[in-house]
């Protein structure tokens, strides 16, 4: 399969219209709709927006490639498209963008159109063929350009293995010898354009490289123990995690994967003159001190909360539902209903791993599966102790830096001993470490501060009630599944495992469910406003806001974050504070319109999400410019 297969000519755009980003991947997501590549818009455009936020797409050099795999696409493509004027794309380097490849990957595709998707990162390193791209005319050129291309790297890889299988001459001077690993999110661009980058600036190093590819279609290339043995030094170039463990005792350079595109010679020279630190791995557990730009300090606590979090989810979310289907089983049917008994014995049993999941997963995420006895076993002590949520976080944080500090400590034993730390010595102190602290300090200090909140949140007046809902609430508004978002559920979720009073989960879902609730009836009511692929969108975001996905948001956040987000706090506070002042109550951490029967004043709670969407969707469809304005502007 050639790049020009999926590389069609009706698909490709000479001259863009668009003057933003947003503007030039929806006039590139039109051509894909109208032939047929993709059969929903706005899922497809979901992706994107998706993949945008992780990092972007402008790869630099006035090159762009977003890119998504999902449902919406009907069959592999790429579009090409060419802006004369260039595009301010949010590019790595900081310039307009000018050629652009939007790749429409399946979801569930094999991976024949990965490797083809790969070969065009590499092409695109070449600084003469973009330039060529630049000046191409028709489609027609565009595609003998690429296939030129393609057989022009062809015959250069097969005489590289020609010359790889001949034998060395005596007398040829050993080149530094470099090894690395690609690796991003999603594996489609990043990926290959690294590696490429890297064997290119190597070559003209004068520097011998091995690059291993990390992406969609698994591990290409893969590096081996002898090739390991023999680096000067090793680059990981990546977003994402990756084997690092048979990296032990070399210099290793960890790097984002765009550095790997842009930053190639100074990890090179890094690399063959072994000015990276030496990775020390001990069984499962990495030091704190792996790569040489460390995460903030925020940074590091955020990430491990999150992984814990994300770990317990399931539990509550499961174990919620089913206990509050328990008591409407109750209502109808008495206490000694099978129904009830069994619901309550299922959900009780997940909501009995919540706190020891989190805190376990927490110290996994600090020191990987090492930590994760201690974590779980701190966590049930933080139960038993009638420490709740907080207690489980203390616990997970202690056991994990507990963890590493073990591992700096059993560092000058014989290096015959490496099983036996693993099978034996971490778990045995790092337990027994955990558990005294756990059982003699943290239990006692945060069961008092446990029950003390508990009793203040029990005991708020309506005003303060109100006032904390409305906070809540609009914190979910924030920043639509970022941190702030996280923070208050998972302030939400802690009340609720702690007492089983779901009035802040109502503040939280009710303000968590406007934001695409409120895009949504703002497209509807105000067309002018909108784009039609908005106006697409806008629909789609009434079911996701219904069913508590707040992420539908964020490509309309994206595009204008000072009239939806803005809008979206009022409304999200205003919704938060009327669940408070009228006493909802929802015993289901998810679920939006699904889990609403399960509440105590139901009517109530969609009264507050309506108040709070017309706010929301006035204030937005009132504050936004029309599309003819914007367009002008």
């Not at 390193?125 to 565009?142: G, H, M, R, W, Y």
């Not at 539902?321 to 049993?349: H, Q």
Request: overall charge neutral; aromatic content about 8%; charged content about 15%.
């Amino acid at each position: 399969m050639k790049i020009n297969d999926i590389l069609l000519k009706e698909l490709m755009i000479m001259d863009l219209q668009g003057t933003t980003k947003e503007g030039v991947i929806d006039e590139m997501i039109a051509s894909l709709s109208a032939n047929g590549i993709i059969n929903d818009v706005a899922v497809y455009k979901e992706g994107i927006m998706k993949r945008e936020s992780q990092t972007s797409t402008g790869l630099g050099d006035g090159i762009a490639m977003p890119h998504a795999k999902n449902k919406a696409v009907v069959k592999p493509a790429v579009v090409f498209a060419k802006s004369a004027a260039g595009v301010d794309y949010a590019s790595l380097d900081g310039q307009p963008a000018h050629l652009f490849f939007m790749i429409a990957a399946p979801e569930g595709a094999n991976n024949v159109h990965l490797e083809v998707l790969a070969s065009l990162s590499r092409l695109l390193i070449n600084p003469d063929f973009t330039a060529s791209l630049k000046k191409a005319q028709t489609p027609e050129e565009v595609q003998g350009l690429f296939a030129a291309a393609e057989a022009a790297r062809e015959a250069k890889e097969q005489a590289e293995a020609a010359a790889k299988a001949a034998p060395v001459a005596a007398t040829e001077t050993k080149k530094p010898f470099v090894i690395a690993v690609t690796a991003c999110p999603t594996g489609i661009a990043h990926t290959y354009m690294a590696e490429d980058s890297l064997k290119q600036m190597a070559e003209k190093m004068g520097v011998d490289i091995r690059v291993e590819t990390n992406g969609s279609d698994g591990v290409k290339n893969p590096l081996t123990a002898d090739e390991i043995r023999r680096a000067d030094g090793v680059i990981v170039a990546a977003d994402k995690k990756v084997e690092m463990a048979r990296f032990n005792g070399k210099h290793v350079l960890q790097r984002p994967v765009s550095d790997g595109i842009n930053k190639a010679e100074e990890l090179i020279t890094k690399a063959m003159r072994k000015e990276a630190p030496i990775l020390n791995v001990e069984g499962d557990i990495f030091s704190a001190s792996e790569s040489d730009e460390k995460q903030s300090i925020i940074g590091r606590v955020y990430k491990d909360l999150m992984n814990g979090i994300s770990h317990m989810l399931p539990f509550v979310v499961g174990g919620g539902i089913l206990i509050a289907i328990s008591f409407l089983f109750e209502t109808s049917f008495g206490s000694d209903s099978p129904l009830f008994i069994s619901f309550m014995a299922i959900g009780g049993a997940a909501f009995s791993f919540l706190i020891p999941i989190l805190a376990g997963y927490i110290a996994m995420s600090i020191a990987d599966r090492p930590g994760l006895l201690p974590g779980m076993a701190g966590g049930y002590l933080a139960v038993q102790a009638n420490a709740g949520f907080l207690g489980g976080l203390i616990a997970g944080f202690l056991a994990g830096y507990i963890m590493v500090y073990l591992k700096k400590a059993f560092k000058g034993l014989p290096r015959t001993l490496d099983g036996m730390k693993t099978i034996l010595l971490y778990p045995v102190f790092g337990l027994l470490i955990t558990g005294l602290l756990m059982y003699f300090l943290v239990g006692p200090v945060f069961s008092t501060i446990n029950t003390a909140m508990i009793t203040f949140l029990e005991n708020l007046g309506t005003g303060n009630a109100v006032l904390l809902g409305a906070v809540l609430g609009g914190m979910m508004a924030i920043d639509m599944g970022g941190p702030f978002n996280k923070a208050a559920y998972a302030f939400s979720i802690g009340i609720f495992t702690d007492t089983g009073d779901g009035s802040l989960m109502a503040a939280v879902m009710a303000g968590g469910m406007i934001p695409p609730l409120a895009i949504g009836i703002a497209t509807l009511l105000f067309k002018n406003k909108f784009t039609d692929i908005e106006q697409k969108s806008g629909l789609s975001n009434i079911l996701l806001g219904l069913s508590f996905i707040t992420e539908g948001a964020i490509p309309f956040a994206a595009a204008d974050p000072m009239r939806v987000i803005g809008s979206s706090i009022v409304g999200s506070a205003i919704a938060g504070g009327l669940t408070q002042l009228w006493a909802v109550s929802i015993p289901a951490p998810h679920g939006g319109l699904f889990v609403i029967t399960l509440a105590n004043r139901p009517l109530m709670f969609l009264l507050a999400l309506l108040i709070g969407t017309v706010v929301s969707a006035l204030m937005l469809g009132l504050w936004k410019q029309d599309k003819t304005q914007e367009v002008v502007k």
